[in-house]
């Protein structure tokens, strides 16, 4: 037997806001198809129009490509899918294997209410579900009717989950599911199973909310005749306080994130370590966790978003980044800061600079101000408190070594040294004088750099202000 194609799908409902963990949904089954070079679908669940926004399609689709999840297939809506569903509706009712059913709106209440009242689980009584030799009610006039599955009787639904193991429900716990509503839109369940019948998915890999779900979606796919796909029910994405994500505590959509200075790369691995381990690999790159990832190391237990790592992850991914992609990335942050990134020094070596000490886009951009500024004009003020009388000669001195000293860091090292040397006094009497004439202030990287990015002659001229 020739092995199974693999085919995932990623199956959001664009409904409000799409904060990390919902992204995370995305990341795994993209994962499986791409180990196992299968195919990994987009299918929009827009079926819920009032909920549903174009708003969220768009972060959903964009947050995808943000973070390198390619397609195979789709975006796929649902909503352009009605058709197919009415006509599987319609294939189930002429095999007998789903009925309408005219109970009211008013029925179905006191029915739910009589079965409170008496401590029972409220449930679907079968009234309307046709049996050999049962003689069913009146069709009344008044009622639209809705499409119900016969669910079987007795016995049980069973799979063997990835994440979770054996799970087994009895049927009798579960009544006859409405597929198609009084105005025949079809429900959610029944897309959902059409769905991942006619994409021919392998692997169902979601949120265990949706555990309740799977054996009603199971009972219906066997009806059809469908091969029974493998589920992975993932443990939800709890917040840094351990509550269920959501806006109203704090969660941040991907384009926060965005926009926040986040490598896309730093996003990747750090969802990647929400709920799935390979080892104790902490940082890793896509391809790595592409080779690595497998159902099996999926976590058991809810994971627990932590933004320091994220943070640190990010620093990571921007200590090691090449500065010239670097600087790309980085460049529209510094704009947005006002500064003009082609007048003054050249940007990938600011960024080169910076990036050591940096955890987001948005701070290496900060630090680049300095750079871009004008030179400062010092009041005799300002000179007399941050530049000492005593140092001017060393500066002088420098000054002059300057001149004749090639334009690299190693040179500027010696230069400083020999000052130093020179006048007997220390790193930070020199070094600090130094700074604040250049920039007005003393808060700046390593001195040496800072004389290479900024360039020789900008320096020579703006220490030469100050030794008048
Ligand atoms: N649309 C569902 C959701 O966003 C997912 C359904 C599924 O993956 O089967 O929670």
Redesign the pocket.
């Known amino acids: 037997m020739s092995p199974m194609h693999i085919r995932t ?5 664009p ?1 409000g806001f799409i904060h990390l963990g ?1 992204l995370r ?1 995305a990341l795994y089954p993209w994962a499986f198809a791409r180990h196992n070079k299968g195919d990994f679908i987009l299918r929009i ?1 827009d079926t819920d129009l009032e909920r549903s926004t174009q708003e969220a399609v768009d972060v959903i689709i964009e947050g995808m490509a943000w973070l390198g999840l390619d397609i195979d297939e789709g975006p796929i809506y649902q909503m352009q899918r009605i058709d197919r569903y009415r006509e599987v509706v319609q294939q189930l009712l002429d095999a007998g294997l789903a009925y309408h059913c005219y109970m009211s709106e008013d029925e179905l209440n006191k029915l739910r209410d009589h079965q409170m009242a008496n401590k029972e689980k409220p449930r679907y009584n079968g009234l309307w579900r046709p049996e050999p030799g049962k003689v069913l009610p009146a069709i009344p006039q008044d009622v639209l009717p809705v499409i119900r599955f016969k669910n079987p009787i007795g016995s049980s639904v069973v799979w063997d989950d990835a994440v979770k193991g054996i799970i087994e429900i009895n049927n009798d716990e579960l009544d006859d599911l409405v597929i198609s509503r009084p105005d025949g839109t079809p429900t ?1 369940n029944f897309c ?1 199973v059409v769905d ?1 019948l006619d994409m021919k998915i392998t692997h ?4 265990d ?2 555990v309740n ?1 799977t054996p009603r ?1 199971i009972n219906i796919m066997k009806a059809l005749g469908g091969i029974q796909p493998i589920y992975a029910h993932l443990p939800t994405v709890l917040n840094d306080a351990g509550e269920k994500m959501s806006k109203r505590n704090g969660a941040m959509s991907v384009r926060d994130y965005q926009k926040a200075g986040y490598l896309p790369e730093a996003i990747l691995n750090y969802l990647a370590r929400l709920g799935w381990s390979h080892g104790d690999a902490e940082v890793f790159t896509k391809e790595q966790f592409v080779q690595w990832f497998d159902l099996d190391s999926l976590g058991r237990s809810p994971a627990q978003h932590n933004p320091e790592k994220l943070l640190w992850l990010n620093h990571q991914y921007i200590q090691n980044a090449d500065p010239l992609i670097l600087a790309q990335a980085t460049k529209p942050f510094a704009h947005t800061l006002g500064i003009d990134t082609e007048n003054g020094p050249d940007f990938t070596q600011v960024v080169a600079l910076l990036k050591d000490r940096a955890n987001t886009l948005i701070e290496i951009a900060e630090g680049a101000r300095l750079f871009y500024l004008p030179a400062p004009t010092l009041s005799a003020e300002q000179i007399a408190l941050n530049i000492p009388q005593a140092v001017i000669p060393a500066l002088r001195d420098l000054i002059a070594a300057l001149k004749t000293t090639e334009p690299l860091k190693e040179a500027y090292g010696a230069v400083f040294k020999q000052v130093l040397a020179q006048h007997q006094i220390k790193m930070p009497a020199l070094a600090m004088p130094v700074r604040y004439a250049l920039f007005a202030t003393t808060q700046t990287p390593a001195i040496d750099s800072v004389l290479v990015v900024l360039g020789k002659e900008e320096v020579i001229e703006r220490l030469s202000k100050v030794i008048l």
């Open positions: 799908r990623f199956a959001p409902s409904t919902n949904s669940e959610y959902v991942d169902v890999i979601r949120g909310d949706h779900n979606q």
